[in-house]
């Protein structure tokens, strides 16, 4: 059975991009053959992209959340994994993915993950830094090396993870049911809280629980329609002292569901084989 892919668009003042984005990626998973859904948040947005919207929903499988008050990239993110979580039928199949609107990343980039989501791979990460150190930026580059010792130090480990704040994230839906309880810190970063903090709070709640993960090397377009969201000093001052990744790291994860029907048993068998060697002897 081929899986259902579940992606969430998260979108901030994104009125000359996201409608481009939505068309790209309707052409990808048309040439895909496989059925997908897409939930866009419009959190707070005061341009016009509900409007650029508003055409999609009658060619593509879209629903979308008008949040009239920003509520964040964390708490939005939460809210879409509560409810794919609750939807999908088929979870060790079906697959929940995380782009941004913004065409930092082309949907092209698909064709180099549809293959392994169609196969075992149960979760993906992505990496910046192996495709050309020179197409990320400087504190970017400082982020992802001071974010391994400040994660030793406060004992959140994420394995030998080339990118930490990177916001491609896509995973197994079964994998998102097992650890909602560690997922639930992103409904504590609020509004003033930047999507690489929700990425890092993504990747500590999933990676251990992944048997077959994999990454996908991507190369970031510089945003030439808006300034990046992406502020150093306050990311690192998050590492230090934010709450989230302590307890994101602490939580436990919930036992895996089963899928086989509950072994029958027989009362009456172990009196058979008892009275059959009593008569042997």
């Given at each position: 059975m081929k899986p259902t892919i579940y992606f969430y668009l998260p979108v901030l003042d994104e009125q000359q991009t996201v409608g481009v984005f939505l068309y790209r990626l309707g052409e990808v998973m048309r040439d895909s053959r496989l059925d997908y859904e897409v939930f866009l948040t419009l959190d707070g947005c005061t341009d016009d992209s509900a409007a650029v919207v508003e055409p999609y929903l009658k060619r593509m499988p879209l629903r979308v959340t008008h949040n009239e008050k920003r509520l964040g990239y964390g708490?939005?993110?939460?809210?879409?994994?509560?409810?794919?979580?609750?939807?999908?039928?088929?979870?060790?199949?079906?697959?929940?993915?995380?782009?941004?609107?913004?065409?930092?990343?082309?949907?092209?980039?698909?064709?180099?993950?549809?293959?392994?989501?169609?196969?075992?791979?149960?979760f993906y990460t992505s990496d910046r830094f192996s495709a050309g150190a020179k197409s990320v930026s400087l504190s970017k580059r400082l982020a992802q090396r001071f974010a391994r010792t400040i994660l030793h130090f406060r004992g959140a480990q994420a394995g030998r993870e080339p990118d930490y704040f990177s916001t491609l994230r896509g995973c197994r839906l079964h994998l998102l049911r097992r650890n909602l309880e560690r997922l639930k810190p992103l409904g504590e970063l609020g509004p003033g809280v930047q999507p690489a903090a929700a990425a890092l709070v993504l990747l500590l709640a999933l990676y251990r629980s992944a048997r077959n993960p994999a990454r996908i090397k991507i190369q970031e377009k510089k945003l030439r329609r808006r300034k990046s969201r992406f502020a150093l000093l306050?990311?690192?001052?998050?590492?230090?002292?934010?709450?989230?990744?302590?307890?994101?790291?602490?939580?436990?994860?919930?036992?895996?569901?089963?899928?086989?029907?509950?072994?029958r048993r027989y009362p009456n068998k172990n009196r058979r084989r008892s009275s059959k060697s009593e008569a042997g002897s």
């Open positions: 708490k939005s993110l939460l809210d879409t994994v509560n409810r794919v979580a609750s939807q999908s039928a088929n979870p060790k199949r079906d697959f929940f993915l995380v782009m941004d609107a913004d065409f930092s990343l082309d949907p092209l980039i698909l064709n180099d993950m549809l293959d392994g989501m169609e196969r075992n791979v149960d306050a990311l690192l001052r998050w590492l230090l002292f934010g709450r989230q990744i302590v307890s994101t790291a602490a939580a436990p994860e919930a036992a895996p569901e089963s899928t086989r029907p509950p072994r």
